[in-house]
């Protein structure tokens, strides 16, 4: 059963593709932290050639990332969560707060 990322926003697609790779047993490539505040990428190489591509039409890391940054997810440069993605308005449990992510036209953030 293939199903159709079309019509909704990359945050979206980024929770739903978070969702569904939990449930296949494959969030050893990338998953929620713990706490549910932000996402961590542990396979970059597993992730870009197996999983990207499906999720998002893009097959390049870089442009993942050049991505969030335009939807404002910060790197986690400390901590636990070092080298996750957060982002107040994308959180486990509440897909819902995607829909106030708004893409900015710079990657800068």
Known sequence: QKRSYRHESFPEKL???LMELEQQGRDDVISFVRQGTAFQIHQPAVFEDEIMRNCFRQSKLA?????????????????PDHGSY?????????PELCRNMERSNSGES
């Open 15 to 17: 929770y739903r593709m």
């Open 63 to 79: 442009s993942f990332k050049r991505q969030l940054s335009m939807y404002g997810f910060q790197r986690m440069s400390g901590g």
């Open 86 to 94: 957060r982002n107040p308005n994308f959180r486990r449990g509440n």
